[in-house]
């Protein structure tokens, strides 16, 4: 069994990451390369269920999709911005809407990062480790 890859400085080891994704061949890609890179990762597949999640769950980071039945990605992260419990929480919209106005509105409604599909993984992982140390 290989030991776990080494957490780059400024980083929380083992930081647990809340994946908000409908789609499960994207859910399945994102639980497998973040936790390959040494994150503990939950998946809700809306924003529903996002909510119900935090009730119990504690996440370092969100990864929320903006196209999501039930309640989307936008009014998600509205309703945790509301929150005083999890506004501070990070998020990431990973989304297929690439026009301006979207990429505004998600970044207004207080995204940390705004990443189209199809997207790179290194580039998300990047990411991913700049909102979790802040920078």
């Avoid at 936790?35 to 909510?51: P, T, W």
């Amino acid at each position: 069994m290989s030991a776990p890859p080494p957490v780059p400085p400024g980083e929380k080891p083992g930081a647990h990451i809340l994946v908000l994704e409908d789609e499960p061949a994207v859910q399945v890609l994102l639980r497998k390369q973040l936790a390959s890179h040494g994150f503990k990762v939950s998946v809700a597949s809306d924003g529903l269920d996002g909510l119900m999640k935090l009730e119990t769950l504690k996440p370092d980071l969100m990864i929320c999709d903006v196209m999501m039945p039930n309640l989307d990605g936008i009014e998600f992260v509205k309703a945790i911005k509301a929150n005083n419990l999890t506004q501070k929480i990070p998020v990431i919209f990973l989304t297929a809407k690439t026009d301006p106005r979207s990429m505004i509105e998600g970044i207004n409604v207080g995204a940390r990062f705004y990443v189209t599909k199809p997207f790179q993984i290194d580039d998300l992982l990047s990411k991913v480790r700049r909102a979790l140390s802040g920078k």
